[in-house]
């Protein structure tokens, strides 16, 4: 989109002040809507962060009104609600609560003075190495994916129903989940063709044992992890976050949907 990358919030006192006109990032890695298993802002405190900067002046009226605020949270809210044993009869409700809660949270954004704010839906858990290699990475997992069908199902809803109540599109959704599948169906096709390209359900980089995981060293720092002969033609990079070339291809698969962007 020939956007800067903003900073991140934690940097901000370090880095040239001119680059904070470029926006901020408030995301903090493994934080979710709710309390995770991450001990970190969740997204009620990165707005909490948004909205002092907004009243020492960081960013004025007229920022906040060209500029243009991206939400996407909720796959670690899942993750953590499956950490502590949540049941698929629970799932409903948590769903429900969750969406509720992210719906109060982009008001409050938009009421600082933001005038569009997109959101991503959720991708398909469901297709994430975590689960895929169940199916020795040959196809996604339905039951998984469901999950964030549904979230996005009701997601959808809320974003219809706070745009009628404005009065205009000011909440706009990201199709994440189309852009994964679409993005890993097509590499899977061409990975059946020749097999030198990689499945696309794998991930590039895993533990080298039991025990360890993409990054791990042993008390030596010894690598204990290792990565794929072709990073660059990987969808995955770990069990659970795309590459850079994976994220190519879902940026690629939303750019037609990307102008309703445009401030």
């Known amino acids: ?53 907004i009243e020492q002046n960081v960013y004025t009226k007229q920022d906040l009104k060209s500029s243009l605020a991206l939400v996407n949270a909720a796959s670690n809210d899942y993750a953590t609600f499956a950490a502590k044993n949540g049941t698929f009869k629970d799932l409903p409700a948590f769903t429900t609560s969750l969406v509720g809660q992210i719906s109060v949270d982009l008001r409050r954004i938009q009421s600082l003075g933001v005038s569009k704010i997109a959101i991503g839906l959720m991708a398909p858990l469901g297709c994430l190495p975590l689960l895929t290699v169940y199916s020795s990475y040959q196809k996604c997992i339905d039951e998984a994916n469901t999950v964030s069908a549904n979230h996005n199902k009701m997601m959808l809803q809320k974003v219809q129903d706070m745009n009628h109540q404005m009065g205009h599109p000011v909440f706009i959704t990201l199709d994440l989940y189309n852009a994964f599948l679409s993005t890993i169906t097509t590499m899977q096709k061409r990975h059946a063709e020749n097999s030198t390209l990689m499945n696309p359900l794998e991930p590039c980089c895993v533990g080298s044992s039991a025990g360890y995981s993409c990054g791990s060293v042993d008390d030596k720092g010894v690598k204990k992890y290792k990565v794929c002969e072709k990073p660059e033609l990987s969808f995955f990079w770990d069990i659970v976050h795309p590459s850079q070339n994976g994220w190519l291809g879902v940026y690629t698969a939303l750019q037609s949907s990307l102008q309703q962007l445009s401030i």
């Not at 901020?24 to 991450?38: P, Q």
Request: aromatic share 12%; no cysteine.
């Open 1 to 53: 989109m020939k956007i800067r990358s903003p900073i991140p919030y934690m940097q901000r006192d370090s880095v040239n002040k001119s680059m904070i006109a470029y926006g901020m990032n408030f995301g903090h890695g493994g934080t979710g809507v709710f309390k995770t298993l991450v001990d970190g802002p969740n997204l009620t405190t990165q707005i909490d962060f948004f909205q002092k900067l």
